[in-house]
């Protein structure tokens, strides 16, 4: 259950950086951008990967 949970915060932190990505395009900070983006691939990643660890296994 707490695996479940753990997913669910990695992917609440992902929408956020998705979210931050979107207002950094906006506000043209490539900088930003770049780290925001990396942030949502990474966090996004582990929180689809552990759900579907959970699911299978």
């Known amino acids: 259950m ?3 949970l ?9 929408l ?3 979210v ?3 207002r950094q ?3 043209k900070n490539l900088f930003a951008l770049a780290f925001s983006a990396i942030t949502a691939l ?8 552990t759900i579907i660890s ?4």
């Open 20 to 22: 931050s990505v979107i």
């Open 2 to 4: 707490q695996h479940i």
């Open 42 to 49: 990474a966090f996004g990643f582990f929180s689809i990967a």
């Open 6 to 14: 753990l997913a669910i915060v990695f992917l609440v932190v992902a």
């Open 16 to 18: 956020l950086a998705v």
């Open 25 to 27: 395009l906006k506000y």
């Open 54 to 57: 959970e699911i299978t296994g």
